[in-house]
């Protein structure tokens, strides 16, 4: 398996059969607090109005604008409030600033999977039993520009794929630069991960 890093989405790029978003600052975050706190289901929107179509009293509408939730949405976009929210057996609607437009940017592909620094083992996981092979980890950055911690992010994927990958026949390995970055940065950070978090840009403004 070959795991490369874009640190944001590229345009007009043929992105291979699997594709891993990440925006850990919050968007993905957030999604697999909701899926832990027992949300039935759980859709992403490419804008706010897209959202606010499927308000229901069955449906829960999530999200933020700057970094705060939007008017007429039940919730934000912060993973704590997510744990903690009424979601069980209902569906969960999103629409978020940098997370959507990453899901937006590389949808189109056989598998797409949100990742998070929570959930890497189990997403490696599934990349293994699914012999997959080609395999791009695309941050969400921030307005466009690049964001630590979901190159952070990435690289704990990436080593929760070698270190899964305890087979002979199971081969995995950084097919760029920027993997390699960001499985260094993992290394350098994985003991004390939210002196890194705090340190990034987008964690102060947070």
Request: net charge negative; charged share 20%; aromatic share 6%.
């Amino acid at each position: 398996m070959r795991l490369r890093v874009d640190v944001i989405p590229g345009e007009h790029l043929a992105y291979p059969d699997v594709v891993l978003v990440v925006d850990v600052i919050r968007a993905t975050t957030t999604a697999a607090a909701f899926l832990e706190a027992g949300a039935e289901a759980l859709y992403w929107t490419p804008s706010l109005e897209s959202a606010l179509a499927f308000k229901d009293e069955d449906v829960v509408l999530a999200g933020e604008t700057g970094g705060l939730k939007p008017p007429r949405f039940d919730l934000g976009n912060s993973p704590r409030e997510a744990l903690s929210a009424q979601v069980a057996g209902r569906v969960v609607v999103m629409s978020t600033t940098n997370g959507t437009r990453s899901l937006e940017a590389v949808k189109a592909v056989p598998l797409l999977v949100t990742a998070c620094l929570p959930n890497r083992t189990a997403v490696a996981r599934r990349l293994i039993e699914r012999e997959c092979q080609r395999v791009w980890i695309v941050g969400s950055g921030w307005e466009g520009d690049y964001s630590l911690e979901d190159s952070l992010a990435a690289g704990a994927v990436v080593s929760a794929a070698l270190e899964l990958a305890v087979s002979p026949h199971v081969g995995v390995r950084c097919a760029n630069d920027e993997a390699l970055a960001a499985l260094a940065l993992w290394q350098q950070w994985h003991h004390d991960t939210e002196t890194c978090l705090r340190a990034a840009s987008h964690g102060q403004r947070l």
